[in-house]
Every structure is written in structure tokens, then in C-alpha cells.
């Protein structure tokens, strides 16, 4: 069997939490992170526009996870979120200019941001979802 393209190498190494959702999106991130790294200038642009645009997407959908199980994490962890986002937008602003280099910096800084918060702020998510699913079951059965 011929060798898997580099960027669908490094989706297998993306942290698998247990919760399928979360870990599709991080898989798919983390496909997204090593192909725009190997991007051609011509097509960088809209691809890193599509994946800020993702990453709102799965962020957003955290935040609702988030607050559907009425978590006390939520603040913290949107926070992250947010800074990021933060972040991605300047070196979209930048790339719109003409400007790649905070983008393609944004990228290398993702593929190291994105296991540390998903190894944590993440994991803790998922395990507070575990616990208040546990709890919601636990109630009803009695």
C-alpha cells in the first residue's frame, strides 16, 4: 500500500477523546493544518479562509456542547477560543493585503496550539460531558 499524503498522515495523530463529534472535527483540522502548510501561494488563500471558517464552526460547536450541559468551564474555554479567533482574523486581515506570512504563521502556531487544547481544555470537556450525561441518566433512572 502506497504511503498515506502527509496531511491525511497527520490526521491519525490527532488526540482521540471519545466523543465523535469532537474528535471528526480534530481529525479533519489537523488534515486541514498539514495540507495548507504544503500549499502553493496561489491556492493558500482560500483554503486558509475555509479553515478559519471551519474552526469558527467547531469552536461554535463546542461552545454549544459547552452549554447545553450548562459546564463551568464554558468562560475559560471560550476564552481560548476567542483568542485564537482573534488571532486567525489578523493574518486573514494580513493575507487579504497580500500579506501571507502571519498566516502561514498562524498555521505552524495551530499545529502546536491545537493538541495542547485539545489534551486539555478538551479533554476536560469531554469528560465533564461524560459526567453529566452519567448524572442526567442516573436521574431518570430513579
Do not use: Y
Amino acid at each position: 500500500m502506497p504511503p498515506l499524503p502527509l496531511h491525511e498522515e497527520l490526521a491519525f495523530h490527532a488526540p482521540i477523546l471519545g466523543e465523535p463529534s469532537l474528535d471528526a472535527a480534530h481529525r479533519a483540522l489537523f488534515a486541514t493544518l498539514a495540507r495548507l502548510a504544503a500549499l502553493p501561494p496561489a491556492d493558500f488563500t482560500p483554503a486558509f479562509d475555509d479553515c478559519v471558517d471551519a474552526m469558527e464552526r467547531d469552536f461554535r460547536a463546542e461552545d454549544l456542547l459547552m452549554e447545553a450541559f450548562d459546564l463551568p468551564m464554558l468562560p475559560a474555554h471560550r476564552e481560548q477560543h476567542a483568542r485564537m479567533l482573534a488571532g486567525l482574523h489578523h493574518a486573514a486581515a494580513a493575507l487579504a493585503r497580500g500579506n501571507a506570512g502571519p498566516a502561514r504563521h498562524a498555521v505552524a502556531l495551530l499545529r502546536e496550539w491545537l493538541p495542547l487544547h485539545i489534551e486539555t481544555m478538551d479533554k476536560g470537556l469531554v469528560a465533564a460531558v461524560a459526567r453529566a450525561r452519567a448524572l442526567g441518566a442516573h436521574a431518570h433512572s430513579d
